[in-house]
């Protein structure tokens, strides 16, 4: 039985569902970029980093991130060669965000919409919220006060 997949981080999702090629005839085929794969292009080809440096900002090993890689690259191929529609979704994926913690009740939470902050808790409703930061608390200590 093969290992099962570990998740994959991702910094930045998308903000739109995908491409269309302008003109040509209208195709029922569109190739699916899973988000991993959109990440691996993004790190590699837009922000220039090294498969070493990208494979370890989404949490995996190299060899990992250049298959992956090898396979978007096929993908944005297919679509560029064929003129087919490129659409973003599925994956083995977690998307970093925003964490915010109560003053009140102490929870932690996340808020998935980069555009917009957290406005109150997602456990007390109360509005007395802040932006977490790690490096103000400890979390192995906020977690045993906890139990």
């Known amino acids: 039985m093969p290992r099962p997949k570990l998740i994959r981080k991702v910094s930045n999702p998308p903000n739109f ?82 964490w915010y913690q109560c003053n009140d009740c102490g929870s932690l939470f996340n808020h998935h919409d980069r555009e917009t902050l957290a406005n109150e808790c997602s456990l007390c409703c109360s509005k007395n919220i802040e932006q977490f930061s790690d490096e103000s608390d400890d979390v192995s200590e906020r977690n045993l006060k906890c139990k």
């Open 17 to 98: 569902k995908g491409f269309k090629p302008i003109g040509g005839p209208e195709n029922t085929h569109v190739v699916v970029m899973n988000y991993e794969e959109y990440e691996a292009i993004r790190l590699s080809d837009y922000e220039l980093f090294g498969q070493m440096r990208a494979s370890s900002q989404m949490g995996i090993s190299r060899s990992t991130f250049a298959r992956i890689y090898e396979s978007a690259r096929r993908k944005v191929a297919l679509s560029f060669t064929q003129g087919l529609p490129i659409v973003f979704e599925g994956g083995k994926v977690y998307f970093d965000s925003e």
